[in-house]
C-alpha cells in the first residue's frame, strides 16, 4: 500500500530558531500534499495545500511567510517552521494524494515543542 | 465553523459488543467521506470510506453508513476489540481524491474487557 514517511518524529527547538519537517511519498507519486496540525485533544487543523511545482495555497489565517511549505517534486514536501515561537508547539502531520486511485495516506506526524 | 461535527467527544464499549460511531456534516458539497483511526503521537490510519452515491460500505469489521437527506454518517464496529480503543475521526470531501479533507473533532473510542 501507500507509504508516507514523515521525518523528524520529534523535534525540540529554541524560541526563534527554524525548524524543517519533510515529508516523503515512498512508493507512489503524490501530486498533492496536505500539511495540517493538531493541538491536544482537537481535529486535525488543515493548514495548506501543496501541488507539485507550484505555490501552496494557505488556510484562512495561516502565515505563509511563518510556514512555508515546498514541494519541489513528486515524492517530496517540507514545511519550515520560521522563527519558532512556544505557541508554534503543536503535532504537524502531512497527508499526500496521488489523486482519485490513492485516496489520502497520511505521514506518521511531527511533536514540534518551541523552548 | 465547525463543517464536520462528532458530537460524541468520547464512547465506552464492552469487547465483542457492536460501537457506533457518528458523524454530523453542513456542508451539501461533500461527496466523498472518510473515517480514521489515530493513536497518540501518531497520524491518522485509513479505515473505511464512502462515496456520496453509496449509503453502506462494509470492509470486514467495519462498515460506514451514510444518510445524505439527514447529512449524517456512522461507522459500526462489530465485534469490537480492546486494539480498536483509540481516537477516531471522520472526514469529508468536496470533490474526492486530491482535494482537502475537512475533519470532525474525533471521538475516543475506549473498547473494554
Known amino acids: 500500500g501507500a507509504v508516507v514517511s514523515q521525518h523528524p518524529s520529534r523535534v525540540i527547538c529554541k524560541s526563534g530558531t527554524s525548524v524543517k519537517i519533510e515529508c516523503r511519498s515512498l512508493?507512489?507519486?503524490?501530486?498533492?500534499m496536505f500539511w495540517y496540525r493538531q493541538f491536544p485533544k482537537q481535529s486535525l487543523m488543515l493548514m495548506a495545500t501543496?501541488?507539485?511545482?507550484?505555490?501552496?495555497?494557505?488556510e484562512q489565517g495561516v502565515e505563509k511567510d511563518k510556514f512555508l511549505i515546498n514541494h519541489a517534486s513528486l515524492t517530496l514536501s517540507t514545511l519550515t517552521v520560521t522563527s519558532a515561537h512556544p505557541e508554534d508547539s503543536s503535532f504537524y502531520i502531512c497527508s499526500a494524494s496521488g489523486g482519485d486511485d490513492y485516496g489520502y495516506t497520511f505521514g506518521s506526524g511531527t511533536r514540534l515543542t518551541v523552548v | 465553523d465547525q463543517q464536520v461535527k462528532q458530537n460524541s467527544p468520547s464512547l465506552s464499549v464492552q469487547e465483542g459488543r457492536i460501537s457506533i460511531l457518528n458523524c454530523d456534516y453542513t456542508n451539501s458539497m461533500f461527496d466523498y467521506f472518510l473515517w480514521y483511526k489515530k493513536y497518540p503521537a501518531e497520524g491518522p490510519t485509513f479505515l473505511i470510506s464512502?462515496?456520496?452515491?453509496?449509503d453502506k460500505n462494509e470492509d470486514g469489521r467495519f462498515t460506514v453508513f451514510l444518510n445524505k437527506s439527514a447529512k449524517h454518517l456512522s461507522l459500526h464496529i462489530v465485534p469490537s476489540q480492546p486494539g480498536d480503543s483509540a481516537v477516531y475521526f471522520c472526514a469529508a470531501s468536496a470533490a474526492g481524491g486530491g482535494n482537502k479533507l475537512t475533519f470532525g473533532t474525533g471521538t475516543q473510542l475506549k473498547v473494554e474487557l
Open positions: 512508493d507512489f507519486q503524490a501530486t498533492t
Open positions: 464512502i462515496s456520496s452515491i453509496k
Open positions: 501543496s501541488n507539485e511545482g507550484s505555490k501552496a495555497t494557505y
